[in-house]
DNA sequence: CTGGACGTTTGATCCTGCTCAAGGCACCGC
DNA sequence: GCGGTGCCTTGAGCAGGATCAAACGTCCAG
């Protein structure tokens, strides 16, 4: 499962910028970095691959780790003790995960996909951290866009019909794989119509009529049950009701 | 409505130590800053004094300054083109806010109760956190609890009850007043029934026949309509669905 | 190619919380 | 003290989405 740094570099045939090919250099955290900083944080890194539906960590688990997802998706979630569960967001190649103010995970952590993540130990990554202030300042962008992304969630479970959720969702995982450069028409759907639901405060059975509605209204097309494609842009953002 | 430097360090009668005798030092954005430092920030900081229901920015104006609430309660919310709000948090005294990452403000902000902020230049304090690398650090603690406070919301807006959305909405403001050492009980509600149903997703209704509920199961106490007093923790607690 | 398992769709019915409506209460200015 | 204006409570009826149930695909192992 974890790429020792050397198969890293062997498998890229470059050793001396190991990041230099990395699939998600543009948008994650290495992005402010030189080249100097980089080698330096690199070696601090263990590649994983991931399979599908593996778990990254547990909500109480120890925080011993942070992670940067290089390929793939991930989804973050919540339950309560009788296993109702909430997801709170879908990450893509890019995103940054694992950081916690305390000593525990507060979520849960599990892949859609096959995935690659870039793992570093906290203790170490902390270390850096005190070191490179701009990372911290890196780092404080990023906690700060994903409050507003969490913000427009709460607004999504807390004040829209199903309709506008999902249209909403829709609309959001198509401009968020958009900007790392994924293909966005057809969109993929990585998780499933349960996990569509977990995500909008909806039922799976809500979830399918709606996109079925979506459909036979031709503001969507689905392509077998984990692809769309969106024929009907401004109809679509106007059914989502936001802002 | 500004306070000069001046005013506010005669008011308090210590020249030296302006910070020392702020009621939320214990908790704001100074706390890890030593004396020389604090002196630093506290040169860049406007005390504020506001009214009952100010606004002290909307979602969309240029994120011209950051906050530090010191006195008082606030509103964080953001509203759809229709009129329907989310409220996405209380602030209480300690509680940093307008911290952006782009030029404007991602939600609106309104106080609850008459309210004091040192308010920041944020060209100024940006500077202040390039040369306190700490204190960026702290920044990002707060941000990543921001986070966690915001997971759990949006647990109970997409997963939860309405008891379960009252009862949990109760013991987090409890346990937040508490932490600040405001009384706790009776607690009270500088929000208005309005405010909870667009914090809790519900309606004014729902909310009061919540409240009527739990006051006839001798779970609390309603005293007038802005202050409660638990009378049964346990069941309280139960009711919640916590994690 | 076939059987089975799992995920998805579709249908019928139910229920929680919303809407609409009216009445009560408390606070404030006059 | 008195009227008025918000805010809160309570009631009746409704509806959006949940629940329960069953059929349908699709993908994979054998």
């Known amino acids: 499962m974890t790429a020792s740094l050397h198969d890293f570099c062997a498998r890229r045939g470059d050793l001396t910028a190991p990041c230099r090919l990395c699939g998600a250099r543009e948008f994650n955290i290495c992005q402010a970095l030189d080249p100097a900083q980089q080698d330096k944080l690199f070696a ?6 991931l399979g599908k539906r593996d778990r990254l960590f547990a909500a109480g688990e120890p925080a011993s780790h942070v992670y940067n997802l290089t390929e793939g998706t991930v989804a973050l979630s919540r339950s309560l003790a009788d296993g109702r569960r909430q997801i709170l967001g879908f990450l893509l190649p890019g995103d940054f995960l694992g950081l916690e103010v305390g000593e525990a995970h ?7 996909t096959e995935a690659k993540v870039c793992r570093f130990e906290r203790a170490a990554f902390d270390g850096f951290l005190k070191d490179n202030p701009e990372v ?10 994903d409050l507003a992304q969490a913000a427009r969630h709460e607004v999504l479970l807390g004040r829209k019909t199903a309709t506008e959720r999902i249209a909403s969702f ?8 958009g900007a790392r450069h994924l293909r966005t028409q057809p969109l993929a759907l990585p998780m499933t119509r349960s996990e569509i639901a977990d995500y909008t405060g909806l039922t799976i059975e809500t979830v ?12 969507i097309e689905l392509i077998g049950a984990s692809a769309v494609r969106v024929l009907d842009d401004a109809r679509l953002e106007r059914m989502s009701g936001s802002s």
């Not at 911290?136 to 866009?145: D, E, G, Q, W």
């Not at 399918?208 to 503001?219: D, I, P, Q, T």
């Open 106 to 112: 507060r979520c849960d952590a599990e892949t859609l």
């Open 44 to 49: 601090l890194a263990t590649r994983l691959q």
């Open 208 to 219: 399918s009529r709606v996109l079925g509605r979506l459909k036979s209204g031709k503001v």
């Open 136 to 145: 911290a300042l890196r780092l404080l962008k990023i906690a700060s866009s």
């Open 170 to 177: 829709l609309l959001d995982l198509r401009d968020r794989s």
